[in-house]
């Protein structure tokens, strides 16, 4: 079975006032389909760094991102732009949710952009809200909800397209301890129900038993375990 | 896209609002100026331009001037006859009482033929005879000053009493409306002992009728029609500083509007760069903005285009103004070229954001 989402040596430096550090220094790292895998370390260790290289956000240095054994290298803006809404589901720190779109437009949104806004897409929306929970807030716009239901719109949000990939990055910073066990349960299960391959950042150590496998960034370097 | 742009105006109402008003201000001021500079433009040149005449025949020295032209034309009169084509045109100011108004009205008198190319036909009342009665048609501006068709308008140097008879529409010329006499009145009258002239005129151009009058009268070239109007006294400067004043409305607008969309977006760079990390691609972003500021114009310039014809219906009716939907039109698509530029601009900034900036790095 080929894994989703596949790094190879990948480093990545910035520069940082003269000289150049290096954030990632040669990391390999894979995610399996259907499995949750965390990342912790100390703020300013990289994870974003990590997340964003990942998530086809920015470009590494040295080394190969595999979306779907596609290595995205060589991909212009566009394509770039492509594999992020086609293949990977971001959940952020904020909800980053449109303003003035409502629950369901949000969703929607997405779907449009894609360019398949169809009747399937509309059952599988609703689905998805009735997943998370918000069947009953869908016209609602996100000023009118509170922090954890804002989080909870955006995990539907990065599910709608259907992608094999979901990123988070520290999803829970913003919310309470029981809210936040709350949200990366329900991530947890619906990338168990849908099978994708999940990463999620976080610092928080008591949210790890909802994962499978744990990582701990370190001085440029991956590490398997806490 | 066109669906998503609708959404954001329609969620922050006010903000749009306030930037729709100031567009409809500056859309509805360039309507407004340009409106007056038409009519002013009329004011002054309506009459010339509506004469069925395309030749000039005036003094060399005259600088296009009709006033400043004038012939004794006796001769003329002998050698070739009116009916190879030619005309003469005698303008006489005049300052006329009505019963109707307590100042003098300052009119242009005009003797002519009512049978021949020069007599333009009324649009009231009844058309001129070729008679010794002293009946007069007016411009229908004169309507402004209280005048009716069987009034009458009293000249006090040398007495005489006109009857108006009819109205005619567009006779304005040096901003004071025309009032046509028949030649045979107004010769009638013997304030002349000669048959005079400001100029010849001829409907159609005829070289050898061209060459003939200028044998016969012998000092004077021949002139096209739009010589004659940009000569008219005022018309140049009158037009050249409205169309100053509508070029740096335009300016203006170009900077005030670009500004504001430029404001506009950079408060939404970092709803763009979310949108950009979950797939939305450049042209989506800028297109939707695009479409926002297309919208808002066009609206913009309908709001517009309804208040200038409410302005242009409650002007006092002596004011020139005149609604030339063509050249609104021609001003709208300026304005809706100018703004797109100005977001265009902003657009610029879009296509700069930087998507990894939803990741929130802590900094
Ligand atoms: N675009 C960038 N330009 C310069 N320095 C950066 C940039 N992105 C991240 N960094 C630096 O890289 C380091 C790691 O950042 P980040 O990945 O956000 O850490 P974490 O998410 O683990 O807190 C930080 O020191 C940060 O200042
Ligand atoms: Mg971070």
Known sequence: MIAPLVLENVTKAFKDGEQYINILQDISFTAEKGKFTAVIGPSGSGKSTFLSIAGALLTPDHGEVFVNSQSIASYKDKQLANVRLTSIGYIFQAANLVPYLKVNEQLKLVAQMKGNWDREAKQWLGQLLESVGLKARAEYYPHQLSGGEKQRVAIARAFMNNPEIILADEPTANLDQARSDEIVALIAREVKEKEKAAVMVTHDESLLKYCDSVYRMEQGKLIKGK | ?363
């Open chain 2, 1 to 363: 896209m066109f669906s998503l742009a609708l959404k954001e105006i329609h969620f922050f109402k006010l903000k749009y609002s306030l930037i729709g008003f100031i567009l409809f201000l500056m859309a509805s001021l360039v309507f407004i100026v340009s409106g007056l500079a038409q009519g002013l433009s009329n004011d002054n040149i309506a009459a010339l331009e509506d004469m069925a005449a395309t030749r000039f025949y005036l003094q060399e020295d005259a600088e296009n001037r009709l006033d400043q032209s004038g012939y004794i034309i006796d001769e003329l009169e002998e050698e070739i006859p009116r009916d190879t084509g030619w005309q003469p045109l005698l303008t006489q100011m005049y300052r006329l009482d009505a019963a109707s108004s307590e100042t003098l009205l300052d009119v242009t008198l005009i003797p002519i033929d009512p049978e021949a190319f020069l007599y333009p036909s009324v649009i009231e009342g009844e058309d001129l005879n070729d008679s010794d009665m002293l009946e007069i048609v007016v411009d229908r501006t004169m309507k402004a000053d209280g005048v009716n068709i069987g009034d009458t308008l009293y000249e006090a140097d040398q007495d005489l009493t006109f009857t108006v008879v009819g109205f005619t529409e567009n006779q304005t010329y040096r901003h004071s409306p025309i009032i046509y006499i028949a030649e045979t009145a107004f010769y009638n009258l013997d304030l002349t002992p000669h048959q005079v002239a400001n100029a010849i005129v001829i409907e159609e151009v005829n070289e050898e009728l061209q060459t003939d009058i200028h044998q016969t009268l012998n000092d004077g070239t021949w002139v096209e029609k739009d010589a004659i109007i940009q000569a008219v006294p005022g018309h140049s400067s009158e037009q050249m500083s409205l169309m100053m004043m509508i070029a740096f409305l335009i300016i203006i607008a170009v900077f005030v509007l670009a500004a504001f969309f430029y404001i506009l977006t950079i408060q939404k760079l970092n709803q763009f760069g979310v949108l950009k990390a979950i797939g939305a691609k450049n042209l989506f972003l800028v297109g939707t903005t695009l479409l926002q500021v297309f919208c808002l114009t066009v609206i913009s310039l309908i709001l517009a285009t309804a208040f200038t014809i409410f302005v242009s219906n409650i002007l006092p009716e002596g004011m020139p103004f005149e609604f030339d939907l063509s050249l609104i039109a021609s001003y709208s698509i300026m304005i809706l070229i100018v703004s797109l530029l100005g977001s265009l601009l902003s657009s610029i900034r879009i296509v700069k954001v930087d998507p990894q900036q939803a990741m929130g790095r802590t900094e």
